[in-house]
């Protein structure tokens, strides 16, 4: 990815286990399950944001979601690509439980559709678009983080965070954009056995150096668009809107491991819309220097996946990030062992309230994260125990919340 990603550390390195409280301040709060309506399957990942405002999250690997605000909640707007976009209204009582099914959306598409267009001239109008479709005035957004960390099947470090992200215009680079910490929580596994003395590219900075519309870079490049094969895609939908899907596979060998990609633009005003990236993993080494930024000595790093997605979403005519996930998933062992110990580290962050105008204050540099600080690092400093107060959050999964609570009892 050119060193795009190398902007950011995610630390594993883990520390003492730290407990927390929670209490929340908000009068008004949502929670629900959405599920596929046909199959009753669950549904991660689906927008959800309060009718008439800009708070929002997503809902979990387990299909719920738990959404709050300062004033009633009257109804709630739930998307998904793929799916009919849903407008439902929320229950009367503050904190009920809200059950939510969406249905696959059907289109009837034109044959032609699916072959016309030259995907490479399709990318360059869109990035050429970009001034007009995103913001022209900076605004300030609040975003929930979570990164975890799972051995095998077990989670072994869970850390959380709440910050401010600055973006300045897209009308230029976002060299002006900032991000601060406002407030986070951390726990670790206290088995020593669980130390991972690793570090790779991740951390609360990623809503600033993973913004690739934004910095133009990566696949994103107009001069590298050369490097690779595009195709056209069959168009799919998202938030009920028709989108050119182009698939992006390298066409070169570099001395660097490079991306694969899907991105998806609206076809009526030619923005970007959703973009995911897939390092390849073919030549371990490669791989190593773009994932790596640390290990002890004597540490044996195989890397297995490497992928990034990012949700932009429209509102008021502009759209902006909404949600980035990053997934690692590599191998480590001591050179004295005979099978490598598989780890799975997943990042997430959700916009969920944004700031215009005056309200838009630009984050102080003494206050700014430093892109190669990691939130275990940092996260002492900023550790609060009514952590959740006047905050929106991903609600943990399940499984999140039983090995929480297992580290605690420890």
């Given amino acids: 990815m050119k060193g795009a990603l190398k902007l950011l550390i995610l630390g594993l390195l883990l520390y003492p286990a730290m407990l927390w409280g929670q209490s929340d301040s908000l009068r008004f709060s949502v929670k629900g399950v959405v599920r596929d309506a046909s199959t009753g399957r669950i549904l991660s990942e689906v927008g959800v944001a309060v009718t008439g405002s800009s708070y929002a999250t ?8 738990i959404i709050k605000s300062s004033n009633p909640i009257k109804g709630l707007i739930f998307s998904l690509m793929g799916y009919e976009t849903v407008i439902q209204a929320a229950p009367e009582e503050s904190g009920a439980l809200m059950s939510v099914r969406m249905r696959p959306r059907d289109y009837t598409l034109d044959p032609a559709l699916v072959v016309s267009g030259d995907p490479s001239e399709l990318i360059r109008i869109a990035l050429a678009r970009i001034p007009d479709n995103y913001p022209a005035e900076p605004e300030l957004f609040d975003f929930f983080y979570r990164e975890t960390v799972q051995k095998r099947q077990r989670f072994i470090y869970v850390s959380e965070a709440v910050t401010k992200v600055y973006k300045s215009a897209f009308n230029g680079f976002g060299m002006a954009d900032r991000a601060s910490l406002v407030k986070s929580r951390l726990l670790t596994s206290p088995k020593l056995s669980d130390t991972l003395g690793v570090k790779v590219i991740g951390g609360p900075y990623m809503p600033v150096a993973l913004d690739l519309v934004k910095n133009r870079t ?49 076809r009526e005003n030619m923005a ?27 540490l044996r790093f195989k890397p297995r996946e490497m992928s990034l997605q990012l949700n932009y979403k429209p509102e008021g005519g502009k759209y902006r990030l909404s949600y980035l996930k990053t997934v690692f998933r ?19 962050a959700v916009a969920t309230n944004r700031y215009t105008g005056e309200e838009a204050l630009k984050i102080p540099r003494k206050e700014a994260l430093d892109g190669r600080e990691s939130l275990s690092d940092i996260s002492g400093r900023f550790n ?9 959050i991903i609600e943990p999964t399940v499984g999140l919340e039983n090995a929480v609570n297992r580290l605690k009892v420890k």
């Fill in 330 to 348: 590599f191998g480590c062992d001591w050179k004295k062992r005979l099978f490598a110990t598989d780890y799975s580290v997943v990042a997430e």
């Fill in 384 to 392: 609060d125990p009514d952590f959740w107060k006047d905050y929106n």
């Fill in 272 to 298: 970007f819309t959703r973009l995911e990236l897939s390092l390849d993993v073919s030549d371990p080494a490669k791989a190593t220097r773009s994932m790596l930024v640390r290990k002890p000595a004597g």
């Fill in 218 to 266: 990566s696949v994103l490049d107009n001069r590298d668009l050369s490097m690779y094969r595009l195709e056209l895609l069959p168009p799919k939908a998202i938030d009920g809107r028709m989108q050119f899907v182009i698939s992006m596979i390298p066409a070169v060998v570099t001395e660097y491991a490079m991306q694969s990609a899907v991105l998806y633009i609206d």
């Fill in 58 to 65: 997503v809902t979990n690997a387990e299909g719920t979601f």
